[in-house]
């Protein structure tokens, strides 16, 4: 009796594991081809900064429905590799985030996300937790993008008030320049979809 309850645990569990690998694919960031920056504008000039160091995991519904959809985003990215060419640019945005006590920028959503197809093109929204500076705020973010081969790209961009995240708007040139409020988060990621999970986006190629 004890063999046969462990031989059929045993096969339980080569069943969920089976359906576990099966059921949602995570397409891979290509790094080289993604970018993700923060832009805002001043009393003085418009300015920009880049973010060098973030992953981004996301998660594709393995059935092949008729409108594919985004299952779960996961955004990492490290506060200190934000930066800029301009050195004083770079400090002051440090200032802004403090990386030492807050190192980690993350957005997470566990959300479905039905992409809307057109021509090739699909677009959505995405709604998660968005944290930084240790503060986590509920957002939308709206996004496109297009299918090329085995290649997914997603862009979009969303505007956000530093007051809302505990951050002070950076001063320099003893308060000379002052900087707005109000900042716009732009990204534009591509990934690499795996051969067997591209049967959920077959509808955007068409």
Not at 19 to 48: F, I
């Amino acid at each position: 009796m004890r063999a046969f309850i462990l031989k059929t645990l045993w096969v339980l569990l080569i069943m969920y594991g089976g359906c576990s690998s099966t059921s949602a694919q995570n397409a891979v960031l290509l790094k080289d081809e993604s970018n993700l920056s923060v832009s805002g504008t001043s009393n003085l000039h418009d300015w920009e900064v880049k973010a060098e160091d973030f992953s981004v995991d996301l998660e594709l519904g393995s059935e092949a429905t008729v409108a594919p959809v985004i299952e779960k985003v996961r955004l990492l990215c490290k506060a200190a590799s934000i930066t800029s060419d301009n050195s004083i640019m770079t400090n002051k945005t440090r200032d802004a985030l403090k990386p030492d006590k807050n190192p980690e920028i993350m957005f997470r959503s566990d959300d479905p996300s039905s992409l809307t197809v057109s021509n090739g093109h699909f677009s959505s929204t995405i709604t998660g937790d968005l944290t930084i500076n240790g503060v986590k705020r509920k957002v939308t973010v709206p996004f496109e993008g297009t299918i090329t081969g085995n290649k997914m790209i997603v862009k979009g961009s969303k505007s956000l008030k530093m007051g809302d995240f505990s951050i002070k708007p950076p001063t320099a040139i003893m308060g000379a320049l002052k900087t707005d409020e109000t900042i716009t988060v732009t990204f534009d990621f591509s990934f690499n979809v795996p051969e067997e999970n591209m049967a959920t986006l077959s509808t955007v190629k068409q």
